[in-house]
């Protein structure tokens, strides 16, 4: 992030943080400061810091690690409580500081952005209390009880005057005002030419030997562009993502209109912080991905090599197996000729080469035997070579089929691995939705608990006389509810209220396919025990007579058409009529709930059209399709096509 960049995003951040209490800190990697705040009027907020490279708002989910790192536990015992009560840019520096306030001190996170950056926590007097990564440049030393200090500073272009322009530009010798302003004043490149080009000055030309004019219509500039970041009016910022390659390829995030991308396709958003954002989120994921395919590269390339080192292996036994056929032919062939060359050479040695005329290949033979012998002994190992050359060629097939099938492979990523966006909640909830719940074919609010609290909540505070009482004698149980009114209830109704109730009982986790439930009406069940005795949290007494229903054990847990709404339900035609994708589940299988809950997510998004995708991922998440899975260990009989 350039200074510009920041000097954007620090008017949003000290606007939409101001007053957030520090809940939590962790640490993402060796360079990533997540702190998740708590504000008041927006609830939850995730703030990243990463050192040498950015700070903002994020939306985005990722996985926290499961040990945390020791500067994100000193941040939480020290910072953990406090209220933001300033974040600021330190002059025109890609430095932010960020003061937080307790009951009991007052600290300060320093988070550089600049190369070789740091986030570094100090105290009221600028003594380092502890650095992400301790360090010792030229200039300053970033250690614990060391006094803090910046490198070293430069000109603020958004409060330079003309004449501190003016001494600027004749104080650098020999270097262009490209480099002046990209670099003394801290505007980079990218500004550095909008600004040459905006004023008609030659980017190359000598800082010291610009005129007045050319002085004085570089500053009217800077007024001009950064008018929004000098007068804090953000309705005046244009943050966008420049795109490349038809939309497809993020390559820069800019709070303001720059005439080099002047050309190119822009995406825009209502602040910077969203912009920033998306930018580097995108980028994260990419980096995930990118990592997945260079895996994916780095297998194929093995197994290219072990097919290359096959192939060569082969040749080689087909050479073998040829040059001994041939050696053994040649024997057969030239049977006399080599009988009488071996009287001539008259030699007493067991094996002689010889090599006959015309041929120019050489023959081991073995004259303790036979001549018929030695040409087997040729053909044996031209059998040999060809049983060598048949497994290689064997292993190259499996080879050949182990690289089609990674190419072909769709390369994938640990759903958890990838960026999420942090859910919106709704406007307004129904308050029946903290607890499991659906309606009837015939219109009945039917709801369940998840716990022996919840079951004390619904039956003491929702449930009226009139309502129907629903549960199993099987215990752990939840306590069902049908919201009549005093109205009767279909018999489809009934039933699928039942097999509600049962599905969701321990008759599940023991892997029963049927189960009994019995309803009675809300003024049958009391929690006021017989004299003498006791019902524990979550148990209620049941008086009067009983209607007992059986239930085949079987759950959809599926989306609402309507008001896109993750629900489960009983999985009848009509309940299944008013979902847009559902899974069908029973009793039973290997799959632990955690491991479902992810199947169940993959089944949804790769069901939904692109264009759906993220509507999807935002309403099914694992954690919702976590509360809705009954207990135990479940089979998935049946999708949504």
Request: glycine share 6%.
């Amino acid at each position: 992030m350039s200074s510009v960049d920041i000097a954007a995003l620090v008017t949003e951040l000290q606007e939409q943080l101001s007053g957030a209490r520090v809940v939590k800190a962790y640490q993402l990697g060796e360079e990533e400061i997540r702190l998740k705040l708590h504000q008041k009027d927006r609830g939850g907020v995730d703030l990243i810091i990463e050192a040498g490279r950015r700070i903002h708002i994020t939306k985005y989910r990722r996985p926290s690690p499961r040990m945390p790192s020791s500067f994100s536990m000193f941040l939480r015992k020290h910072l953990g409580g406090g209220r933001i009560s300033q974040i600021r840019q330190l002059d025109f520096d890609r430095i932010v500081e960020i003061t937080i306030e307790r009951w009991d001190k007052k600290l300060s996170l320093i988070a550089e952005l600049l190369p070789r950056g740091n986030v570094v926590v100090i105290d009221e007097t600028g003594k380092i209390l502890l650095p992400l990564k301790r360090k010792s440049f030229a200039s300053r030393k970033i250690k614990v009880g060391e006094n803090y200090k910046r490198p070293p500073s430069r000109g603020n272009p958004l409060k330079m005057s003309e004449y501190d322009l003016m001494d600027l530009c004749k104080s650098a010798h020999d270097k262009d005002i490209l480099r002046v302003l990209a670099s003394e004043l801290g505007l980079g490149r990218l500004y550095a030419e909008e600004l040459c080009e905006k004023a008609g000055v030659e980017k190359k030309k000598k800082a010291n030997e610009l005129t007045e004019n050319e002085i004085k219509a570089i500053h009217e500039t800077i007024l001009d562009i950064f008018e929004p970041l000098i007068t804090n009016d953000k309705s005046k910022l244009r943050a966008h993502i420049v795109l490349e390659k038809e939309g497809k390829e993020k390559v820069d995030v800019l709070p303001l209109e720059l005439s080099i991308y002047e050309t190119k396709e822009k995406v825009f958003f209502s602040s910077f912080n969203d912009a920033v954002d998306d930018f580097f989120t995108t980028q994260i994921a990419e980096g995930i991905k990118g990592e997945a395919i260079d895996k994916r590269e780095k297998e194929i390339g093995k197994y290219e090599r072990i097919l290359k080192e096959q192939s060569q292996a082969l040749r080689k036994f087909k050479k073998r197996e040829k040059e001994c056929i041939e050696k053994g032919e040649l024997i057969y062939a030239h049977y006399t000729e080599i009988v009488d060359i071996l009287r001539e050479m008259g030699e007493k040695k067991k094996v002689v080469t010889l090599t006959l005329p015309n041929t120019g290949i050489p023959l081991e033979i073995d004259t303790s035997v036979s001549l018929h012998k030695n040409a087997n002994a040729y053909y044996e190992k031209a059998k040999v070579f060809r049983k060598k050359r048949a497994g290689v060629e064997r292993a190259i097939e499996e080879t050949q089929a182990k690289i089609s099938r990674e190419k072909e492979k769709e390369v994938r990523v640990e759903e958890e691995l990838i960026p999420r966006r942090r859910e919106v909640r709704r406007e307004k909830e129904e308050w029946y939705e903290r607890f499991r719940w659906f309606w009837t074919s015939d219109g009945f609010l039917v709801i369940g608990g998840k716990d022996a609290t919840s079951n004390e909540i619904l039956a003491k505070k929702y449930m009226e006389p009139n309502d129907l009482f629903f549960h199993t004698q099987a215990e752990g149980a939840p306590v069902v509810i049908a919201k009549t009114g005093g109205k009767d209830v279909s018999e489809e109704g009934l039933r699928e209220i039942a097999q509600f109730a049962t599905s969701y009982s321990s008759l599940w986790k023991y892997g029963f396919y049927e189960g009994e439930c019995y309803c009675v009406t809300g003024e049958q069940v009391s929690k006021t025990p017989p004299s003498g005795e006791y019902i524990k949290k979550g148990s209620f007494v049941v008086r009067g007579k009983r209607k007992y229903f059986k239930a085949a054990l079987r759950l959809c847990i599926g989306i609402e058409k309507d008001k896109k709404r993750l629900i489960a339900c009983p999985p009848s035609d009509s309940q299944k009529s008013k979902l847009d994708n559902f899974i069908e589940l029973v009793p039973g299988d290997d799959l632990e709930k955690n491991e479902l809950s992810k199947e169940i997510v993959k089944i949804f998004i790769d069901s939904a059209k692109d264009e759906k995708k993220e509507e999807i991922k935002r309403i099914a998440t694992q954690d919702k399709i976590l509360s809705l899975l009954p207990p135990g260990k479940s089979r998935i009989v049946g999708f949504s096509p």
